[in-house]
């Protein structure tokens, strides 16, 4: 079975400038809308949502879902996969941010796996996983912009 590509949309939207603006996010699907996120919200600890967590969620939804798929490929029953992901933003020197870790936290009830196997197959399954393959190895950006 062939599948056509996939494209999936995101939006957000900045006011003001960086310190005393801010944004809001949605996702094509309406899974959220209008999500607020500002400077406070991202370097300080305001509630809502940043670009950070937003690539965390999307890295443990989709490697819980390649690490599923793996093991039962390879015939496994799988009850339960939990991903919880950390991402790491530091200061640049010269100024500015950058992203310099992101480290996954697995939990799994997998009747029959003892724990070597378990650990074996979570590092196999992350090299099918389409987001750490983002992460670990970037991408062309195509960027198309227009000043209204």
Same mark, same amino acid.
């Given at each position: 079975? #062939?599948?056509?590509?996939?494209?999936?949309?995101?939006?957000?939207?900045?006011?003001?400038?960086?310190?005393?603006?801010?944004?809001?996010?949605?996702?094509?699907?309406?899974?959220?809308?209008?999500?607020?996120?500002?400077? !406070?919200?991202?370097?300080?600890?305001?509630?809502? #949502? %940043?670009?950070?967590?937003?690539?965390? !969620?999307?890295?443990? &939804?989709?490697?819980?879902?390649?690490?599923?798929?793996?093991?039962?490929?390879?015939?496994?029953?799988?009850? %339960?996969?939990? #991903?919880?992901?950390?991402?790491?933003?530091?200061?640049?020197?010269?100024?500015?941010?950058?992203? #310099?870790?992101?480290?996954?936290?697995?939990?799994?009830?997998?009747?029959?796996?003892?724990?070597?196997?378990?650990?074996?197959? &979570?590092?196999?399954?992350?090299?099918?996983?389409?987001?750490?393959?983002? =992460?670990?190895?970037?991408?062309?950006?195509?960027?198309?912009?227009? =000043?209204?």
């Amino acid at each position: 079975m #062939t599948m056509a590509d996939l494209i999936r949309k995101g939006k957000a939207i900045w006011k003001g400038d960086l310190r005393k603006g801010e944004g809001h996010v949605s996702s094509d699907s309406g899974a959220f809308t209008d999500k607020r996120y500002s400077f !406070s919200t991202r370097f300080e600890d305001e509630p809502g #949502t %940043n670009p950070e967590e937003l690539i965390a !969620s999307a890295h443990s &939804a989709c490697y819980s879902m390649a690490f599923a798929g793996y093991l039962t490929g390879k015939g496994i029953k799988v009850e %339960n996969i939990e #991903t919880h992901a950390e991402i790491t933003l530091v200061p640049k020197m010269g100024g500015g941010f950058e992203i #310099t870790r992101m480290k996954l936290h697995v939990h799994g009830q997998v009747p029959g796996l003892d724990q070597d196997t378990f650990e074996k197959y &979570a590092a196999e399954a992350d090299m099918e996983c389409p987001v750490s393959n983002l =992460l670990r190895c970037g991408l062309k950006i195509d960027i198309d912009a227009a =000043l209204e």
